[in-house]
T-cell receptor
């Protein structure tokens, strides 16, 4: 119940294309869904986050789509660039007084020039 | 403003030795979280600390692992009598407060890669 399932494991997209990464969860108590971006040798960095009271959030080329009834959320990267090549993690947490993040297994994105 | 600092970045230990991982949170942050990332897996929560207090250690193995965040100095994750299965990347994150709506962002350090021979 505490798992967050992420797919695909890896993704190759041409420059200018759309990258789509999907996540699903079981625990309906989760109320915060962030996406993290991690470059090799670095720690994860928050990219964008959404709460379940909205169905979509957009920041620049990055959009989260959230489907509460299906318990799924996805990250869309529009106009993907080689600099977007990184590993992306979805995560979820519930407010228990602090944010205990439950991470997906990650998607390794490669944007080819 | 320096980010979260972790050292060492790489640590090699032989089975049975002790590993000490240090984390200095961002300036003004008094909440520290430790996560472990096994190869080809996502990060898994280990422990959440505030200054001088362990708030939640539900993700930390009961034996050999301990964490502290003293009043002065960095947070320390200590692994005694390391085994090969402890080989992983250990990430520390910090936040200025905890909880809230929306939750405070956790800022991650670059991690310590532990290799147990």
């Amino acid at each position: 119940q505490q798992q967050v399932k992420q797919s695909p494991q890896s993704l190759i997209v041409q420059k200018g294309g759309i990258s789509i990464i999907n996540c699903a969860y079981e625990n309906t108590a989760f109320d915060y869904f962030p996406w993290y971006q991690q470059f090799p040798g670095k720690g994860p960095a928050l990219l964008i986050a959404i709460r379940p009271d909205v169905s979509e959030k957009k920041e620049g080329r990055f959009t989260i789509s959230f489907n509460k009834s299906a318990k799924q959320f996805s990250l869309h990267i529009m106009d993907s660039q080689p600099g977007d090549s990184a590993t992306y993690f979805c995560a979820a947490s519930m407010n228990t007084g602090f944010q205990k993040l439950v991470f997906g297994t990650g998607t390794r994105l490669l944007v080819s020039p | 403003n320096a980010g979260v600092m972790q050292n060492p970045r790489h640590l090699v230990r032989r089975r049975g030795q002790e590993a000490r991982l240090r984390c200095s949170p961002m300036k003004g942050h008094s909440h520290v979280y430790w996560y472990r990332q096994l190869p080809e897996e996502g990060l898994k929560f280990m422990v959440y600390l505030q200054k001088e207090n362990i708030i939640d250690e539900s993700g930390m193995p009961k034996e050999r692992f301990s964490a502290e965040f003293p009043k002065e100095g960095p947070s320390i994750l200590r692994i005694q009598q390391v085994v090969r299965g402890d080989s992983a990347a250990y990430f520390c994150a910090s936040s200025p407060t905890s909880g809230g709506t929306p939750p405070e962002t956790q800022y991650f350090g670059p991690g310590t890669r532990l290799l147990v021979l």
